[in-house]
């Protein structure tokens, strides 16, 4: 199972990022995959999820009506769309599945937020 993710960068408070996370290894299309972030001294905490199929989403309350995420399950990718993002935004941001109670993370990608 291999999780890789693009996209990071600097961007103004107000601005737009698309993170990408490229799987392969395992049969996409059958499992739910998630978006997380962390900071230094943080917990890294789940800032969305899709399921399989890609019919249906949850966000964390801090993201919600900012971020989506969405899936390409012919590419085998899962992307995280970020608007209007904020300072409180920047974090590593990790792409996650769990496949037969294992937990696989990509090696993560970095959001900063600043003027």
């Known amino acids: 199972v291999q999780l890789v993710e693009s996209g990071g960068g600097l961007v103004q408070p107000g601005g737009s990022l698309r993170l990408s996370c490229a799987a392969s290894?395992?049969?996409?299309?059958?499992?739910?995959m998630s978006w997380y972030r962390q900071t230094p001294g943080k917990e890294r905490e789940l800032v969305a999820r899709?399921?399989?199929?890609?019919?249906?989403?949850f966000y964390a309350d801090s993201v919600k009506e900012r971020f989506t995420i969405s899936r390409d399950n012919v590419a085998n990718t899962v992307y995280l769309q970020m608007n209007s993002l904020k300072p409180e935004d920047t974090a590593v941001y990790y792409c996650?599945?769990?496949?037969?109670?294992?937990?696989?993370w990509g090696q993560g990608t970095q959001v900063t937020v600043s003027s």
């Open positions: 290894g395992f049969t996409f299309s059958t499992y739910r």
């Open positions: 996650n599945t769990q496949i037969s109670n294992r937990i696989y």
């Open positions: 899709i399921t399989s199929s890609g019919d249906s989403t």
